[in-house]
Each structure stands twice: as C-alpha cells, then as structure tokens.
C-alpha cells in the first residue's frame, strides 16, 4: 500500500561521486541504488554548496524512484527525503501517468494516480542553483547514446566550433566507440546501479516493464551540467518522438513520450522554477524527423562500423550469456534504421553494417506493415512516424527501381502500398526539407542545424 523515498547520500570518493538512495516497500522490502559521477572537481562541488546539490540529488531520487515503485504500484508513495510543494506533486504524477503509459498497457491495468505524502515539516525552499559564472554559448553537454542522432548532434555542433563534453550513462561499447571516433575529450562517465532485489522481485511476479529512461536522464545531465559547469545540454530527441503508439483506457499511450517536445516543456519550466535556472536543457535535433537525421548521418561514414541502436543486440544472445552486440536483423529498430538509411548509403555498406539485406527479409513483412500503419500499432520502439516510414520505403524503392533490384519488402510495398499514396514523391520531398517550429533552440543553434540541414548531398 504504501512506498516510500528514505533518504539519500553522497560521499565523494577519490574523484568519483557516489549516490546512494533508499528506497522501501512496506513492511520489509527495501532498496538501496546507486550511480557514480566520475572524476568531478571537489573543488567545484563545494563551489556549488550543500544545499543546492542535495536539492539536485534528491530530484533525481524521485526519478530513479519511479524503477521500483512500480514493482507494486503503491497508492501512497510517501516523500520523507525532502521537500514537495503541491504543484509539484501534481506535476510528478503527471510524469507517473504519461511517462508509464505503456507499463500500463503491457501490464493490463488501470492508471493509477498515486497520493503523494510529504513527511518533512519543514517549508519548502528554492534552492536553485542561480548564476554560475563564466559559462559561456559554446558550452555545450552532449548525451551520448549508441546511435545514429547523437552523432549528427556532435557532428554538427563539432564544426560550429562549440566546446563540446560527452555525457554518457552506462555506455554501451558502440557509445563509447562513437565517442572516440567523435575526439570526445574526458566525457562524462555516469554508472547507475540498479538493486539487485528489483530483479528478484521480477522473477516472483512482480509488476515490471517500460519506465521514461529519458526523463531520468533529464535530471541526471542537469546535475552532471550543475557539477561540470556547463550552460547546455543538447539531446538528440527528434520531432518523431512526439507521435503516439496506441489507445489504452482513454489515454495516449507513447513509447517515446519522455523524448517528446511535451515532456521537453514540462522539463524546462520545472527546472527553471526548482532545478538550475540557468542550465538550458533542450533537443537539439527537435526540428527535424528521423529520415532527415538518416539523410545527415549517411555524411558520416566514419561511425558506419561502430554506431548500434538495436535493443535485441545487448540483451543475452540465445545460448549464450552475453549480448550479441551486432544488429540482429529482426526487429522493428532495425528495420526502421535500414530503411531510412537505405536512400542514402551504398547498398553495399549497409549490408556490412547489418550482415544482410534486409529487404529480402521475408519474415519482417509483420514488422513493416506495424511501421507504416497497415497492422495493429506503430512498435514500442524509438521509430519514425508512419508517415515519414511510408516515404522511407517509398525513397528505397525508387533506389532499388533505377538498379533493377527489388526485393520482396519493396514488392509488396509496390503493389500493396504504393497504390494507397499517390503523391508519395511530392510528400518525401515535403518531409526531406520540413522544419518543425516547434523547438527551444537558440538562433544560434538553430542557425547551425539549418546550415547543415540546407547542403545538398
């Protein structure tokens, strides 16, 4: 019935910053995570002050708490680690609903809106971390993931001459290849730790599933800008994010809403009002959709070997204890990213970077046709839009047309699809050149995607 956010604590061990948090479950289940922020400046921490890194803490406490509470569900989620105003509570729960959609869907239950009880007594103070001198434009943290848009946010930012730190979260062995690639110098290395209970907990039963992995990254890189001393932090979330999966019990259900411009709104003004008023978080790709993205990142040849955004490839391959870390060919991700990349690479380096081709595929019809609309749902996957997959395959069968190559998924797409839309080519264009106004890029950095977006090639 009830869940409840402890405590936490920091200790800064050699140059590392270790959190801890605690976490419980009543009467007897309880928690204890932990993330390491390496090689901070003890200096700069100090600089910072007590308070308003605890502030900053104890908020990504209330992300990371999200992975557990889940478990059960609790109706009451008690807050004994720090201070919660009302409006503030209503915009956490708000995150709970939204933000965990699909585990509610895939769990087949109803939203819960759980009463939130803060058991400080204390009054609520701002403690936001205000003019942090000598930051400048240039400054500019960059998550870094393992796939294709960091690189074309690095990439583009690179030649605009910013002054650029990596910022990674657990990295995966492609993230850290691209960010070698990339000339990273020192990037910010974060390990989460989840609880080994949490695990347990799932093998008995307990409720698991989807929780917004970028919401938690929002609060974790605006305490990486606070400690680091950077005024940006540049995601690579794109316009498709914004689009839903399906309908569950009146509400819209997105897989990717946490990278959504929505949630990006949301973030912003929480931060400005009870984070860091002066650390501007934003996407810095949000104008454009994915197979813009696909177009720009085919410039980048360099990151073909090495960039890998397929969650099947880091799960346990079959028969095997550890992952495949190689596109595995079969789901929707990678079919998603071949297609968008095909118009734009030689068939033949796709080929290389994929092991096949995967339009001759002919078990990944089902998955093309959840991609483009034709059956059940677009997939809980970080994939384009209906709309934009519809031209992707559109654009990939006129490559393949011209060299006399057409392969099962583009035949059925030719007979079954293209029939449907017959001002396809006007409409590719349309997307290839669109521009969503709908953004928080600053002129400058918007002069930077535009110039980019405008080369031809």
Not at 102 to 125: D, G, H, L, M, R
Not at 132 to 148: A, E, R, T, W
Not at 366 to 373: A, N, R, T
Not at 391 to 408: C, P, T, V
Request: hydrophobic residues 35%; positive net charge.
């Amino acid at each position: 019935q009830r869940f409840i956010y402890q405590n936490y604590f920091y200790k800064l061990s050699k140059n590392n910053l270790e959190v801890f948090f605690n976490f419980k479950i009543e009467p007897k289940i309880n928690f204890r995570p932990r993330i390491v922020i390496e090689n901070v400046d003890k200096k700069r921490i100090k600089k910072m002050g007590e308070r308003v890194l605890n502030n900053l803490v104890f908020h990504l406490g209330l992300i990371e708490m999200i992975s557990y509470w889940k478990a059960t569900c609790s109706p009451i989620i008690e807050i004994q680690a720090g201070p919660l105003n009302q409006k503030q509570i209503k915009w956490w729960q708000d995150i709970i609903i939204k933000g965990m959609g699909q585990f509610f869907y895939e769990n087949k239950i109803p939203f819960p809106k759980p009463k939130f009880t803060v058991s400080n007594n204390y009054a609520y103070a701002q403690l936001l971390l205000k003019n942090i001198k000598n930051m400048s434009k240039n400054d500019v943290i960059v998550p870094v993931g393992g796939g294709k848009d960091s690189v074309v946010t690095l990439e583009i930012l690179k030649k605009a001459k910013k002054n650029i730190r990596c910022f990674s979260l657990n990295p995966t062995e492609a993230a850290k290849k691209i960010m070698k690639v990339a000339g990273c110098k020192k990037p910010i290395i974060v390990e989460r730790k989840i609880d080994k209970k949490l695990l347990k907990l799932n093998q008995k039963g307990f409720l698991n599933g989807h929780t917004p992995f970028s919401a938690y990254l929002a609060f974790l890189s605006v305490l990486a800008g606070a400690i680091f001393n950077y005024k940006y932090i540049a995601l690579s979330n794109e316009r498709s994010s914004n689009e839903e999966n399906v309908k569950y019990r009146g509400k819209i259900i997105n897989h990717q809403w946490s990278k959504s411009f929505e949630f990006e709104k949301k973030f912003r003004s929480y931060s400005e009002k009870y984070l860091a008023k002066d650390i501007e978080y934003f996407s810095f790709l949000r104008p454009l959709y994915e197979i813009q993205i696909a177009k720009l990142f085919s410039r980048y040849p360099k990151y073909f070997p090495v960039f890998l955004s397929c969650n099947e490839a880091y799960k346990t391959a079959s028969g095997t204890k550890k992952p495949s870390k190689k596109w595995c060919g079969k789901c929707p991700k990678c079919l998603f990213v071949w297609t968008c990349l095909y118009p734009f690479v030689e068939e033949k380096k796709l080929i290389k970077i994929f092991g096949k081709n995967l339009f001759e595929d002919r078990k990944l019809l089902p998955i093309m046709q959840e991609l483009i609309g034709e059956k059940k749902f677009k997939p809980f996957e970080c994939v384009g839009t209906k709309k934009e997959t519809v031209s992707a395959f559109y654009l990939s069968w006129k490559k393949a047309n011209r060299a006399g190559d057409i392969l099962f998924l583009l035949r059925y797409f030719k007979n079954k699809i293209l029939p449907k839309y017959p001002n396809l080519e006007k409409e590719s264009k349309k997307i290839l050149n669109s521009w969503n106004t709908q953004h928080n890029l600053i002129k400058e950095f918007k002069k930077n995607l535009k110039t980019e977006l405008s080369k031809k090639g």
